[in-house]
């Protein structure tokens, strides 16, 4: 298993054996993500180089440190990404004015910002209980509150929902309370 700073060094330096691992490791995934979610075998080679690049050029600005593995955060960012290209297309078609292209440095700056927010995020989900963990994990997927009200045992809906409130309040409590946040949020 390699360092993950290994993996960095070797975008940064064009490593092409390293390179050529990651692909090997890593773009299967990707592929069957994208595609799985109404995206091509192109989508997919575009959205991991994009990544690839994304990391190299954050990691050349900041020497940043990768807290799970490369793998795993690969994928999400490449994840990220590919929810971003979803979410533009659904603007460019159901928005009749025009969008001016935005340059390839800006939208690598922007995919950093989010990937940023995202870890931001999910550092401080880490920080919660465990009960608000599992409730706001499950409320993100849109798991029914019936569904939680069986699991975690509670009386009622209303139960869960003050529950959730909660933990989400919890959340956002933390995120706003740490030094990175005011950096992050969109102007």
Request: glycine share 2%; with cysteine.
């Amino acid at each position: 298993m390699i360092d993950n700073s290994l993996y960095l060094k070797a975008l940064l330096n064009n490593d092409s054996k390293i390179i050529k691992h990651i692909y090997n490791d890593n773009f299967f995934k990707v592929r069957a993500f994208v595609v799985k979610n109404k995206g091509q075998q192109q989508d997919a080679e575009d959205i991991f180089q994009k990544a690839l690049l994304q990391l190299a050029v954050r990691y050349k600005k900041e020497k940043f440190i990768i807290k799970t593995s490369f793998e795993a955060y690969l994928f999400t960012v490449c994840k990220n990404l590919w929810r971003r290209e979803l979410n533009k297309s659904k603007i460019k078609v159901t928005n009749n004015e025009f969008i001016e292209p935005k340059g390839e440095n800006e939208d690598i700056a922007l995919a950093v910002l989010e990937q940023k927010r995202w870890e931001l995020f999910t550092e401080c989900l880490e920080l919660i209980s465990e009960n608000c963990k599992q409730i706001l994990k499950l409320f993100f997927a849109k798991t029914s509150y019936a569904k939680m009200v069986e699991l975690f045992g509670y009386n009622s809906e209303t139960v869960v929902r003050q529950r959730v409130f909660k933990c989400k309040t919890k959340l956002k409590e933390l995120v706003k309370k740490d030094k990175r946040f005011a950096a992050l949020i969109e102007l």
